[in-house]
């Protein structure tokens, strides 16, 4: 297939040549802090930690400060500095409560009243995004597959859910394993679209909607910090045996403003047959797929007053088996964007449908091997792991 290259009417960024580098551990018990929130206030540019708790983020001036949150800790703006690695400590964000803040609301209502509130908290204006991607495939704990993308992800008012909602690769490269063992035909759900697909405030038609509600349990559970503001927390947990396989989930929503700011879901593994209708696209006849995990994580930001898709991680684990042969396999497949930059009005310029990837392309299909050490040299990415760096040296020896 050809990659479709876009074209943007807005003034591209100018050269990212100032980026600031560091690490974001725990104040007190000093361990690496996975998915921090990593921004440039003044600016829309944004990325987040990875599992080692390193950052890098890029900006077109010098930047004065940089800031990050996470769930359950307090945010932290602290001086940039470009000259040497920073060092950033989070402390939790623990409060006591008055007894007269006891949330001790009907869940249901709640959750309603959050829905209720979207189209007033999210953008009421079309915009645009540029997102980094990044998609693994690991056979045990060895990676045999690696994609990265920037991408673009056209978003409609959130008061039009049937509107243009689509995403671009703009640019993107891959390594795979020159083995032919590793090659597994197997296809699961997920790709850059997902950021338009799984996004369940804007698309309620999982969940978040009157019909699906009625199918879980809600029960309130402590509630916790982000931005330094306290988040209302519900867990749903399905009640009715059904046809599909359902979700577990926690959402979490400002106290304050009634905006979604973190949904997690993972899928009901006890049937894995109903659990395999929804993972699986294809397989190859003779191979037996197994599923044991299928979760989300999103993140929503507040910005300007409104609530935006920030982070999306899916992580899909299965083990496979071909009948004639005695062998097992756990595979681990996880995909994750963040948002990067931002533009609105003149510059939120829809993707046309000849642009935009599709959610049964693969991206693999459509990118090119690594070569170029300054790739990324002009965009904001997550910044790989030691293990994932570990093991693009071994792709690129094997």
């Given at each position: ?140 704990n060895r990676f045999i597959y690696v994609s990265e993308a920037v991408t673009k992800m056209y978003k409609s008012s959130f008061s039009n859910m049937f509107g243009r909602d689509r995403t671009a690769v703009e640019k993107s490269r891959l390594l795979t394993s020159p083995r032919r063992s590793d090659t597994l035909a197997v296809k699961v759900v997920g790709g850059p679209t997902q950021a338009v697909e799984l996004d369940l405030v804007k698309r309620r038609s999982v969940i978040l909607n009157d019909a699906d509600l009625e199918d879980y349990t809600l ?180």
């Amino acid at each position: 297939m050809c990659l479709f290259v876009s074209v943007w009417a807005y003034g591209q960024t100018d050269t990212l040549r100032y980026a600031v580098r560091g690490t974001v551990r725990d104040a007190s018990g000093g361990k690496p802090l996975a998915y921090v929130s990593v921004t440039l206030p003044g600016s829309n540019f944004a990325t987040v930690t990875n599992n080692d708790g390193s950052f890098v983020i890029k900006s077109d001036v010098p930047p004065l400060f940089v800031s990050f949150s996470l769930l359950g800790y307090k945010s932290l703006t602290v001086p940039a500095d470009r000259e040497q690695m920073m060092r950033v400590t989070l402390n939790r964000g623990e409060f006591t409560l008055d007894p007269a803040q006891i949330i001790n609301g009907d869940p249901l209502t709640i959750l309603r009243e959050a829905i209720y509130k979207i189209s007033e908290n999210c953008p009421s204006e079309p915009e645009l995004f540029e997102c980094f991607y990044r998609e693994t495939a690991q056979k045990r704990n060895r990676f045999i597959y690696v994609s990265e993308a920037v991408t673009k992800m056209y978003k409609s008012s959130f008061s039009n859910m049937f509107g243009r909602d689509r995403t671009a690769v703009e640019k993107s490269r891959l390594l795979t394993s020159p083995r032919r063992s590793d090659t597994l035909a197997v296809k699961v759900v997920g790709g850059p679209t997902q950021a338009v697909e799984l996004d369940l405030v804007k698309r309620r038609s999982v969940i978040l909607n009157d019909a699906d509600l009625e199918d879980y349990t809600l029960e309130m559970m402590d509630p916790v910090m982000l931005d330094d503001r306290r988040q209302l927390v519900i867990k749903l947990t399905p009640v009715l045996d059904s046809d599909y396989a359902q979700q577990h989930g926690v959402v979490y929503i400002d106290q304050e403003t009634m905006s979604f700011t973190r949904i997690e879901m993972s899928l009901d593994m006890s049937d894995p047959v109903k659990a395999t209708r929804v993972m699986l696209v294809k397989k190859p006849a003779d191979i037996r797929f197994k599923p044991k995990e299928m979760s989300l994580l999103l993140n929503y930001k507040r910005e300007d007053g409104k609530s935006r898709l920030s982070y999306v991680r899916t992580v899909f684990r299965f083990n496979c088996d071909a009948r004639r042969r005695l062998w097992n396999t756990e595979f681990t497949a996880i995909a994750e964007m963040v948002v990067t930059n931002r533009f609105n009005g003149a510059d939120a310029v829809p993707i046309d449908r000849a642009e935009s990837f599709r959610s049964s392309e693969s991206l693999a299909d459509k990118t090119q091997v690594y070569a170029d050490p300054d790739f990324w040299k002009d965009y904001n990415i997550i910044e790989p792991t030691e293990s994932l760096e570990h093991a693009l040296g071994r792709l690129r020896k094997d």
